[in-house]
């Protein structure tokens, strides 16, 4: 039986403009389960990434709660809060936001000291997600140094460094080529299928979209659409593209 790692029960995010309250997350109720590959998709200002940052923690909420693993992130104080970012999360964000004067190995391990493991492990894990990555042989260079598409694949690394139980992804293929999206995905889902990690995912990409076995669709801060899909398997790529732009289409996408 699947479990529920994240619950939103009336989430409401609102921003003032001009004066006047606006609620990007508008009365959300939502469920994510383990292992889930969840993509959020809408057009532009549809709340997507305010959904993504509340469900993570990264920003406050105006009302309602989410609650990871039955514990309302309300109910955690500020130290509690930050560890609960640092140690049950991971976020990868569209701009890489490595220290530009640390190599890609130290930008991996400077996380993983934050918390209480023993330096040898951190440094022997971080081994380990450089391989994953295919970056064995960039991982002394600096940000600088290396493609964008590796940059990103370092950014993962950083974000998993820790072992979290639920990876959130804003754009993060956003800014890269086709090239380096695609192996940039390719990671995506080998963490979803092979490390069983839970992951949801802001995009406004299909390619990226596919990757998914769940995609919600946000219209005025509203869930408007929620469909299920098989895990993805590459051999059915086309087939799982066509069916998502239909589906995108019909809202109005």
Known sequence: MRQCIIKAKDLVKTFLTDGFGLNAVDHIDLEIYQEDFTVIMGSSGSGKSSLLYVLSGLDGITSGDVFYENVSLLSLNEKKAAKFRREEIGFVFQAVNLIPNLSLLDNITIAGFLTKKPRKDVEVEALKLFTMMR???????????????????????????????????????????????????????????????????????????????????????????DIRLDRYNKKDKMNRENHIMKYLQAKGW
């Open 135 to 225: 970056l064995s042989n960039e991982k002394d260079r600096l940000p600088s140094m290396v493609s964008g598409g590796q940059a990103q694949r370092a950014a993962i690394a950083r974000s998993l460094i820790n072992q979290p139980k639920v990876l959130f992804a804003d754009e993060p293929t956003g800014s890269l080529n086709s090239s380096s999206s695609e192996a940039v995905l390719d990671v995506f889902s080998k963490i979803n299928q092979d490390l069983k990690k839970t992951i949801i995912m802001v995009t406004h990409d299909i390619k990226a979209a596919v990757r998914a076995d769940r995609i919600l669709f946000l219209k005025d801060g509203k869930i408007d659409g």
